[in-house]
T-cell receptor, first 112, second 115 residues
């Protein structure tokens, strides 16, 4: 079945640690890829997106993600996390059907 | 620019009762989505509208859920009768051209608790 998988359910880091959140998808055709973030008490916001071109995408707040087509992956990275990055992160995919499918989310807790 | 508006923010009902949620998308956005987000899970698409037409409602439990966007602007999602497993946050999102070429903008959601 077509799906979006996020490997980590809950990640706990100290400030200044590096972050990598995994995302894999199982759609075989052309995909557009997104990472959304949901800060506590707030609505989902777009972090970054990949449609085509350079597979290394830079987003807001120092986040980046790399699309590796051969691995069906779109992992999110940040070299040095801050306490304010505490949030839930969702990977999402849009397929040819033009609807957005989300992973289950990864909760990130950054300890000050 | 005003964001996606949703109401009510919170609703508590008993099972077998009915409930309705309202969404007003960003002005000019032709595509409107309703998602269901159960605690601990990612949002699941219920229905997608393009203007006032339904593009995808394959995951909408049509025996109890209905949605409309009569004038191609605001939308209402109804659940009748509600079940315990309908407890979730109902998210509305909109986009200008459809998700394939643009991002989705989300509202703050309507949290439903069914007792």
């Amino acid at each position: 079945a077509q799906s979006v998988s996020q490997h980590n359910h809950h990640v706990i880091l100290s400030e200044a640690a590096s972050l990598e959140l995994g995302c894999n998808y199982s759609y075989g055709g052309t995909v557009n890829l997104f990472w959304y973030v949901q800060y506590p008490g707030q609505h989902l916001q777009l972090l970054l997106k990949y449609f085509s071109g350079d597979p290394l995408v830079k987003g807001i707040k120092g986040f980046e993600a790399e699309f590796i087509k051969s691995k069906f992956s779109f992992n999110l990275r940040k070299p040095s996390v801050q306490w304010s990055d505490t949030a839930e992160y969702f990977c999402a995919v849009i397929t040819n059907n033009n609807d957005m499918r989300f992973g289950a989310g990864t909760r990130l807790t950054v300890k000050p | 620019e005003a964001g996606v508006a949703q109401s009510p923010r919170y609703k508590i009902i008993e099972k077998r009762q009915s409930v309705a949620f309202w969404c007003n998308p960003i002005s000019g956005h032709a595509t409107l989505y309703w998602y269901q987000q159960i605690l601990g899970q990612g949002p699941k698409l219920l229905i997608q509208f393009q203007n006032n037409g339904v593009v995808d409602d394959s995951q909408l439990p049509k025996d109890r859920f209905s949605a409309e966007r009569l004038k191609g602007v605001d939308s209402t999602l109804k659940i009748q009768p509600a079940k315990l497993e309908d407890s979730a946050v109902y998210l509305c999102a909109s986009s200008f051209t459809g998700g394939n070429t643009g991002e989705l903008f989300f509202g703050e959601g309507s949290r439903l608790t069914v007792l």
